[in-house]
């Protein structure tokens, strides 16, 4: 749980409300106040960043899709682009060469009749399926493994 980040923000709320409460009451001074708010947005920004991580939110993953952008993306958050190449790039009648220039080499399988990416690995592997006839996309399709 701690790893998930949830503690840390929950942590850093609680920070925030006691020292404001204790504020409000005159039991601490405005210094330490602003001491606290530091510390508590410290806290959850931390735990935003766990969460991020941990519940593979997408925070800070590219969700438009450019050659460039699929390049620098870890593959197993490529599955945030994942509509945007569809909608975008007609795949469908590209050749394999074509298609390898603009994925990178497959990662999960490379045939003469499929091409394979890792698209999103958090429990299942979730891979985009290229079906190839003749060296030629005929089907894309997302497939859970």
């Not at 394999?96 to 003469?112: H, K, Q, S």
């Not at 079906?131 to 030629?136: R, S």
Request: with cysteine.
């Amino acid at each position: 749980m701690l790893r998930s980040g949830v503690i840390l923000l929950v942590l850093g709320i609680a920070v925030f409300l006691v020292a404001s409460v204790q504020l409000f009451r005159g039991r601490t001074k405005k210094a330490h106040w602003c001491i606290s708010c530091v510390l508590a947005m410290l806290l959850v920004g931390n735990g935003i960043w766990n969460a991020n991580r941990y519940f593979d939110l997408g925070i800070g993953v590219p969700k438009t899709f450019s050659a460039e952008n699929w390049a620098k993306t870890a593959p197993a958050q490529r599955h945030f682009m994942g509509s945007d190449l569809q909608d975008s790039t007609e795949l469908v009648g590209m050749s394999a060469d074509e298609v390898r220039e603009l994925l990178g080499t497959p990662d999960y399988a490379d045939t003469d009749t499929c091409l394979s990416y890792l698209i999103a690995q958090p429990f299942d592997e979730v891979t985009l399926d290229l079906t190839l006839e003749n060296g030629i996309v005929t089907k894309v399709e997302e497939k859970d493994h």
